[in-house]
């Protein structure tokens, strides 16, 4: 059996699985924040850019321990807002070897569904799956495939930036989040 690796770039955390056979070998998750900014500037910040490659750094170094010979690498929210991408995907691709791929938020969606559901028995279902990230939430409806999906704008490193200045966050930072939220559900 062929080892593989799957890394996911997302808004708030870069994450890796290595896996042989359906059996992980190694697992990783690294607070990221590449998405830092990106709401406000429309760009991915220098420092936030390092971060992630740093981690891919680190990443590579599993991946080559565990002779990994095929690998997937996704970026999300943060780099489908930004306008400087490029500026993230040529470094990334020079460290792991392969070009990230951008997801939309339907494939986000799709794939945030299969994962969730992959172990569950699909007579059980329909199900909703509902994927938080650091810049968008997914909300998926499906039983053996999704039937139905919404990505949205809502995630914790946008609000956080958004509305939550304090720490602790005042009331009525709390209240305008939340009031933001039920907004863009409805």
């Not at 998405?35 to 990443?59: F, M, N, S």
């Not at 590579?60 to 993230?88: L, P, Q």
């Amino acid at each position: 059996m062929s080892v593989v690796a799957a890394i996911d770039c997302g808004t708030n955390s870069t994450r890796l699985l290595i896996s042989e056979g359906g059996r992980t070998l190694d697992r990783r998750m690294t607070i990221t924040r590449l998405g830092q900014g990106v709401d406000t500037t429309g760009r991915l910040d220098p420092a936030a850019i390092e971060r992630v490659l740093a981690a891919l750094r680190d990443y590579r170094g599993a991946m080559d321990r565990h002779g990994v010979s095929k690998v997937r690498i996704a970026a999300t929210s943060a780099a489908r807002d930004a306008s400087n991408r490029d500026d993230f995907f040529g470094p990334a691709q020079e460290i792991i070897g392969v070009a990230p791929e951008l997801l939309s938020g339907d494939d986000e969606a799709r794939l945030s569904f299969a994962g969730a559901t992959a172990e569950l028995d699909s007579n059980d279902g329909p199900f909703l799956v509902v994927d938080i990230g650091g810049g968008s939430t997914e909300f998926i409806v499906g039983s053996s495939e999704p039937e139905a999906a919404r990505s949205l704008d809502i995630g914790c490193v946008r609000l956080t930036e958004q509305f939550l200045h304090g720490d602790p966050p005042a009331p009525e930072e709390l209240s305008n989040a939340v009031g933001s939220v039920r907004d863009d559900i409805e």
